[in-house]
């Protein structure tokens, strides 16, 4: 029964974890490097805003920058996001 109830969970959260991911959300400093690897927040094009709030709220004077998942390029859809200003750079 453990076994089955363990199946079951593994497969429910890799339902969760592949939920039209598209967009990395990652803090930097000034100088371009990156603040910390263990918070970078996977998003769908909707929740970026949200990512980008969660992340100014940790980081307060950092930079976020938006990739794609796939590729790791910037995205073209959100440029960096300075939260110290509040605003689009």
């Known amino acids: ?5 363990f199946l079951s ?6 339902c969760a ?6 967009y990395l959300v990652s803090a930097y400093d ?6 910390n690897k263990r918070v970078q927040l996977g ?10 709030d969660t992340l100014c709220k940790i980081h307060p004077r950092a930079v976020i ?12 859809d959100f440029k960096p996001y300075s939260c110290g200003l509040k605003k689009e750079l």
Do not use: D, F
């Open 30 to 35: 000034s100088k371009g490097h990156l603040l």
């Open 43 to 52: 998003s769908n094009k909707a929740g970026v805003p949200l990512a980008q």
């Open 9 to 14: 969970a593994l497969a429910l959260s890799a």
């Open 65 to 76: 920058r938006v990739h794609t998942k796939w590729n790791k390029r910037l995205a073209e």
């Open 17 to 22: 974890a592949t939920h039209q991911e598209e």
């Open 1 to 5: 029964m453990k076994y089955l109830l």
